[in-house]
């Protein structure tokens, strides 16, 4: 895959990206602003909630525009394995955003909202090189035939 190729999945995953971030963004909102009202509730639970929300939108965006060419399979087993390898990797960069959120927080005094999309835009170049050489990578093919 050359660079050029890279550049445009990489533009693909960005506009994917977006549809997640705002389902991060919408749901994170709901919680933090209507169900919960405590800092634990604000700032641990409602982002763990929409992440999982979010996760579930990118996957499914992910696997059917950005990297469908890489889809080892079309059946519910192989779709089962990428998206428990893809939400695996997304938990640990949440790990990440969380505490960029946090820490942006602490210094900052900002919203929640917007230490969130600060931490999701830096932790999405992660999640795309995750998804690019780990989640997805290319298979090789096999150019040589057996004589």
């Not at 979010?54 to 890489?70: E, G």
């Amino acid at each position: 895959m050359g660079f050029l190729d890279t550049v445009k999945r990489l533009l693909k995953h960005t506009a994917v990206s977006l549809l997640g971030t705002a389902t991060d963004t919408l749901v994170l909102w709901f919680f933090s602003s209507v169900v919960f009202k405590s800092y634990v509730g604000e700032y641990i639970i409602s982002p763990i909630i929409s992440f999982e929300c979010a996760t579930l939108v990118n996957f499914i965006s992910s696997s059917r525009i950005v990297w469908r060419d890489r889809m080892t399979g079309q059946n519910f087993v192989s779709y089962l394995k990428h998206f428990l390898k893809f939400n695996a990797s997304y938990a640990g960069v949440f790990f990440l955003k969380m505490l960029l959120l946090l820490g942006l927080e602490r210094l900052t005094r900002w919203d929640v909202v917007w230490c969130n999309l600060i931490a999701v835009t830096i932790c999405g170049f992660i999640n795309f090189f995750m998804n690019e050489k780990v989640i997805f990578k290319k298979v090789p093919s096999d150019s040589t035939e057996s004589e």
